[in-house]
Structures are given as C-alpha cells and as structure tokens.
C-alpha cells in the first residue's frame, strides 16, 4: 500500500494580501497536522502555486517553512509560479533533460509522475495563467509511462485537463488536454490523476479516468458555477488530500485541518 499526502495552493507570500489568510501559518499548521495524524504516509506532494507572485522571497519562506516537514517532500509548479526563480531556490529539485520540473517517484507499487504544466517562459498573463504540456514535456511523459508498463501510474499536474464546472477555471484549464489524454491512452497504467488549480475538492471520471482535485491551505472556490472571475473565493478552513493506494483500490480523503478536531499539541 502507498500513502500519499497532497498540498496544493500554498499561494506562500511574503507580503501576505490584505484581507486573506496568512499562507505561512496556515501550512505550518497544516504541515504539523500530518507530522501528527499522517506520519505514515511515503510523501508529501505540492502541487503547485507553491507561491502567490513567483518571487524569491516567498520561494525563500516556502523553504524555511519546509523544514518542519517530517516526511519527502516533493515540489511542483502552477501558474502562479516562476520556473526560473524556484530553481534558484530549490536547485536539488529534479528537472527532466529540457528542464522542465518533471519527476517520477517509484514506490514498491506504484509510479509517481510529477508533471510542469506552468505556460512561460514568457510569463505573460493571463495567458500564461492557463497550463500547457509542449511537445516535449508529453514526450517525457509518454516514456515515463512506457517503462513502467507494468506498474501503475498515478499523474500529478496543477491544471486540470478537462473541465471542472467553474467557467472562470475551465477557461485556464490545461490548454491542450487532448493531447495530455491520447498520450495517456496510448498506456493502460494510469491509475489516477490528482490537481490543484481550482481550490476546490472535486472528483470524478473523464475519458474514463478517474481524477481528484483539492481543496488550497489559503481560499477556497466558492460554489458558483457561472462565475468567470478566478480570483474570487471564500475562507473555507485549509485541507490536504490523503490518498491510499492498494492493488485492489484507490481511496482519496480530505482533510479539513483547521476543524478536524483532533489536537496537534
Ligand atoms: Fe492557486
């Protein structure tokens, strides 16, 4: 069995917005939450806008924070992100040969593909708040997925490749989700597909896979499906995914930290 922890939207921020919650505080709490409920777990996976504004200083805090972790922690990128100045924070973090900040974690029974969905350089909003996989990128994956043909996959990316029921986020959903799902469909290992993006928990199929989203640690997506301003959203309490993987299973929790009721200290 694998145990994976999701973080997404950490939104970490250095001067944080006025009015909104405190990004800092709101991970360490949740980082100490897992360390106490979820110290099992094989991994912590951030799946992107890691920061609000891509600057280093809030790269630089992310950083510091991530000392509290208990666990791996492996980071990815969002549209709120800069390629360029999270490398120079984080310049460990595995990049595939065009420097994309792609990985694959192998479990005894599982493969993670960690995927870059971030559309820049050049940054340019808000296009580049959509996501895209270049050429390239769906190369990696597809040879990803071709050595380990037999094991299952389980695909990371922060956008979304299909649409999610929020017009303003569908509208800066994956911008070539075709091309991601006839890669994928070339494979028959792709167990499931985790995002972020939206600040919301959703679930559900498309094209016959399964896939969840969750929840940000800071605002969540208010329940209004003909909305198109993205930037609105509700201080709906912080949450992080926990899923299970079995041969037989995948079971996919949130974990609403701030009201779980269980007591850390
Ligand atoms: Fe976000």
Redesign the pocket.
């Known amino acids: 069995m694998s145990k994976i922890i999701v973080f997404t939207?950490t939104?970490m921020a250095i001067n944080p917005r006025k009015g909104r919650p405190e990004p800092n505080a709101r991970l360490a709490a949740g980082l100490k939450h897992v360390a106490t409920f979820n110290a099992d777990a094989d991994c912590i996976i951030f799946c992107g806008?890691l920061t609000h504004e891509g600057d280093a200083p809030s790269y630089g805090l992310l950083q510091s924070r991530l000392q509290d972790a208990t666990l791996p922690v492996h980071l990815m990128l969002?549209n709120?992100d800069n390629r360029e100045a999270f490398r120079a924070t984080f310049p460990d973090v595995p990049v595939d040969e065009g420097g994309f900040i792609q990985q694959v974690i192998d479990l005894p029974d599982l493969r993670l593909i960690l995927l870059d969905t971030l559309f820049g350089p050049p940054y340019e909003y808000p296009a580049s708040h959509a996501g895209y996989l270049c050429e390239a990128r769906l190369a990696w994956l597809d040879r990803q997925l071709t050595q380990a043909a037999n094991k299952p996959c389980c695909i990371f990316m922060h956008h979304p490749p299909h649409d999610t029921g929020f017009p303003a986020m569908d509208q800066i959903k994956l911008r070539n989700g075709d091309e991601f799902y006839a890669c994928i469909e070339r494979h028959s290992n792709v167990k499931h597909l985790i995002c972020?993006?939206v600040?919301r928990t959703i679930s559900g199929t498309h094209r016959g896979l399964p896939f969840s989203v969750f929840k940000?640690t800071v605002g969540q997506m208010p329940m209004q499906f003909t909305s198109l301003d993205s930037t609105v959203e509700n201080d709906e309490p912080a949450a992080y995914g926990i899923v299970f993987f079995t041969p037989e299973s995948t079971l996919v929790h949130t974990e609403d930290y701030e009201i779980s009721g269980l007591e850390t200290d």
Request: glycine share 22%.
């Open positions: 939207d939104h806008d969002g709120h972020g993006h600040h940000s």
